[in-house]
């Protein structure tokens, strides 16, 4: 007992740790000592103080109240596009592997060429063509990020399939959304929250990149990845600044993909080894 | 293995042109009149009046279907003729070419200094498997995949560039300079390569072949090198293919940051000055570069893994 409480250790520091924060951020607009737009030009670029924990940027605003505000966009919009690429990529894998036939060669071959092609590059082209903005910024994360969960799925559905349940199912006469739903999905939402989880993490980055290069949230709205680009051309003076919002995102998408990792083994331990001798580590 | 060649490089130019209907759309679904984008990169004065707008209109054939437009574009983009750009007013494949060997050199550069780092550590974390070595190995590589880059840069800047003054913070200039941009371009292809060479090697170390080689009075580290690195580094192959692609597209913000005049940096000045031409240009030669280096780095993994029936012809 002894040796597994600390042989997670890691896993459940991630849990907490993401735990406060999402919490934090989720109730932001109470927990904010100052409006995070409000701007004192006289405490421009200030260390550290009792009134503002974390400082303030180059226009005087707390760093603190903006890192809870910002956190806000960067959060939700990894959520949702996770989400959204979760349930699409699951639903295109699922039938791919349950159909076969052309629409399984089909989203295979999509799946290969979308793995070569350079997401950034992807993601710069949306904007090109739609402009900046909330849509475009989602069509962006989900035209690519779809396709880990598809080949997850896809490879998982294959491999349940083969059960004797699932023959035994369609002996006995169920439609193949029963079988789907039933037999199927439930075997894929472990490996699936791991793979979501790892995504989140990894969203959550290229939202920041998007932002901090002025293409995804746009002013007066801020979020961790504009921050980092406000901050830089001041970061010798203030580097808190620069700091805060980095140390966010990278702590965030660090704990979560620890987490990630944790929930894929065990979901992949129980998957692969079915009779309760879960191999740890 | 010659239908596996046929059936990939179909995948391929299907991928190359779907891609380039996409691109070539772009003036006809942006806001603002199609006809005139068209004229201002295809013709270097300025045209403002409506009977010359309408004869220029007739002569580049832009009343024509779509289609014929569309295999008009394509034959001159293959023929290296990508337009003039809206705001330089010079021929976009004299802006796109240069820039696509910095990035090219920027991607190559940083995936070598990835592959001599995360080698070692790998091979040396799956013979140390589960010990302190490893732990520290993989603990501090697999929290590189946590950390943006766009955060990286500019502390390295602030410490390197900034406070100990030793490495120019911008620019692709010289060797000096490009050692920040490498560094961070190389960060999280290291925590994927290490992890990918250790578990490779993992697998590798405890192949029943391993086991028959040494019986046979191989030593331990004979052993290792002839049949364990081999075998444990095959599927990195892909994995360096796949990053190439993946790094042109990552070089986009290592471009920006450290002011590097790569493809990175030509795309996001193309997207924020609505310069369509070029962004066209430069979207379709990173595409067609990232989609033939990932088949080709199958075509490769296919021959040297004997398993998969490699044999050539």
């Known amino acids: ?281 | 293995m010659i239908s596996f060649i046929a059936r990939r490089t179909a995948a391929l130019v299907v991928a190359v042109l779907l891609a380039s209907i996409a691109v070539f759309m772009v003036p006809y679904v942006t806001p603002g009149d199609p006809v005139r984008k068209i004229i201002r990169s295809r013709v270097a004065g300025d045209v403002v009046d409506a009977s010359s707008i309408q004869a220029l209109s007739d002569s580049l054939g832009l009343q024509d279907p779509l289609p014929v437009q569309y295999l008009r574009w394509l034959g001159r983009f293959c023929t290296g003729d990508m337009g003039l750009s809206h705001i330089s007013r010079t021929p976009v494949v004299e802006q796109v070419m240069p820039a696509l060997a910095v990035t090219v050199s920027l991607v190559i550069l940083a995936l070598g200094a990835a592959a001599l780092i995360s080698l070692p550590l790998g091979i040396t974390a799956a013979l140390r498997e589960g010990r302190r070595t490893d732990k520290i190995i993989t603990t501090i590589t697999q929290s590189f995949i946590a950390m943006p880059e766009y955060w990286l840069a500019p502390l390295l800047v602030l410490v390197f560039a900034l406070r100990l003054a030793v490495l120019p913070s911008a620019g692709w200039t010289g060797p000096a300079s490009m050692v920040l941009p490498v560094a961070t371009l190389a960060l999280r292809p290291i925590s994927y390569f290490t992890s990918a060479a250790r578990s490779g090697m993992i697998d590798a170390l405890a192949a029943d072949h391993v086991n028959a080689a040494r019986s046979r009075g191989l030593s331990y580290p004979q052993a290792v090198l002839r049949h364990v690195v081999p075998n444990g580094l095959l599927p990195l192959t892909t994995l360096f293919a796949v990053w190439f692609a993946g790094l042109l597209g990552g070089s986009v913000i290592v471009e920006v940051i450290f002011a590097v005049p790569g493809m990175g940096r030509l795309l996001y000045d193309a997207v924020l000055n609505s310069d369509i031409p070029l962004a066209q240009g430069g979207v379709v030669v990173v595409v067609a570069l990232a989609v033939v280096v990932t088949t080709a780095a199958d075509f490769v993994h296919q021959l040297l893994n004997p398993r998969l029936g490699g044999r050539l012809g």
């Open chain 1, 1 to 281: 007992m002894d040796v597994l409480v600390r042989k997670h250790t890691a896993g459940w520091a991630a849990v907490v740790i993401l735990a406060i924060i999402v919490l934090a951020v989720t109730f932001a607009p109470w927990l904010m000592p100052h409006p995070p737009a409000q701007q004192n030009l006289a405490l421009r670029l200030s260390p550290p103080s009792l009134n503002h924990w974390l400082g303030t940027d180059h226009l005087g605003r707390d760093t603190l109240s903006r890192l809870l505000d910002g956190g806000r966009f960067s959060m939700s919009i990894a959520a949702l596009a996770t989400i959204l690429t979760g349930l699409l990529g699951t639903a295109i894998g699922v039938i791919s592997a349950r159909r076969r036939g052309w629409f399984d060669e089909f989203f295979t071959r999509t799946n290969d060429v979308l793995l070569a092609l350079p997401e950034m590059v992807i993601a710069l082209f949306i904007v090109a063509a739609m402009g900046t903005g909330f849509p475009s910024l989602l069509l962006a994360l989900t035209i690519t990020g779809w396709t880990p969960f598809a080949r997850l799925a896809r490879t998982l559905a294959y491999d349940v399939s083969s059960e004797g349940f699932v023959e035994a199912a369609k002996v006995v006469g169920c439609p193949p959304s029963f079988i789907i739903f039933r037999h199927i999905l439930p075997h894929l939402a472990g490996p699936l929250l791991g793979q979501a989880t790892l995504r989140f993490g990894q969203l959550l980055i290229s939202v920041g990149a998007l932002s901090y290069l002025g293409l995804g949230v746009q002013p007066p709205q801020s979020d961790w990845g504009s921050m980092l680009a406000a901050a830089q051309p001041y970061s010798e003076r203030a580097p808190l600044a620069i700091l805060a919002p980095g140390l966010a995102i990278f702590t965030v998408a660090l704990c979560v993909t620890l987490t990630g990792q944790r929930i894929s083994h065990m979901a992949g331990s129980r998957l692969l080894i079915p009779t309760g001798t879960v191999k740890d580590d």
